[in-house]
């Protein structure tokens, strides 16, 4: 079974950078089947993707254009986990963050089958 | 980026009623349409994979239909644990992008 667990801080201060991490059991960051996402959750926003990063002989990323300049998603191999850091937060970032799976990437079935139990951060001073 | 809307925004409901969610799509997703379900301070559970595929373990109340860029998520007889937000997901192109959500509540 796949258990995605979360771990970072709930608050940062506004032009200081928020940083998470997905601690991954059941499955393996270097997977090449899968993909690892963030996504987060606020009343404004909704949910929304950031990113992902996946293994396929070497490393990829890819970003949502809204967070593109300030977002890096980095996998830790030897944690078998992956991180989240957004840089230059303001109140707008505040929302739940999420980590999650797909687990059938590229194709017509994928989907987000695996999630973290979701960190709420505030931007606040 | 692909927009997916969905309707009603809420709804009220009895237990035992037929409830239909309806997302649209801002362009032709095909199929590949996802629904999940989430209860307050839960992260998004998976419902219904490609538009229609049951996920293991969700109860056959719960069904998907839809192609292209209309889309149904329907529960036969809500039942007392059903009460919660659903939402749609593409994943035709990134970035995948979500419904805002259609609250299901106890009428």
């Known amino acids: 079974q796949v258990q995605l667990q979360q771990s970072g801080a709930g608050l940062v201060k506004p032009s200081q950078t928020l940083s998470l991490t997905c601690a991954i059991s059941?499955?393996?960051?270097?997977?090449?089947?899968?993909?690892w996402n963030w996504i987060r959750q606020s009343p404004s926003r909704g949910l929304e993707w950031l990113g992902r990063?996946?293994?396929?002989?070497?490393?990829?990323?890819d970003y949502a254009v809204s967070v593109k300049s300030r977002i890096t998603i980095n996998p830790d191999t030897s944690k078998n986990q992956f991180s989240l850091q957004l840089n230059s937060v303001t109140p707008e970032d505040t929302a739940v963050y999420y980590c999650?799976?797909?687990?059938?990437?590229?194709?017509?079935?994928?989907?987000?089958?695996?999630w973290g139990q979701g960190t709420l951060v505030t931007v606040s001073s | 980026d692909i927009q997916m809307t969905q309707s009603p925004s809420s709804l009220s409901a009895s237990v035992g009623d037929r409830v239909t969610i309806t997302c649209r799509a801002s362009?032709?997703?095909?199929?590949?349409l996802n629904w999940y379900q989430q209860k307050p301070g839960k992260a998004p559970k998976l419902l219904i994979n490609?538009?229609?595929s049951l996920q293991s373990g969700v109860p056959s109340r719960f069904s998907g239909s839809g192609s292209g860029t209309d889309f149904t998520l329907t529960i036969s007889s809500l039942q007392p644990e059903d009460f919660a937000t659903y939402y749609c997901?593409?994943?035709?192109?990134?970035?995948?992008?979500f419904g805002q959500g259609t609250k299901v509540e106890i009428k």
């Open positions: 997901q593409q994943s035709y192109s990134t970035p995948q992008t």
């Open positions: 490609a538009a229609s």
């Open positions: 362009q032709s997703i095909s199929t590949y």
């Open positions: 059941g499955d393996s960051v270097s997977s090449n089947s899968v993909v």
């Open positions: 999650a799976r797909d687990g059938r990437p590229f194709t017509s079935r994928s989907l987000f089958d695996y």
């Open positions: 990063t996946y293994y396929r002989s070497k490393w990829y990323n």
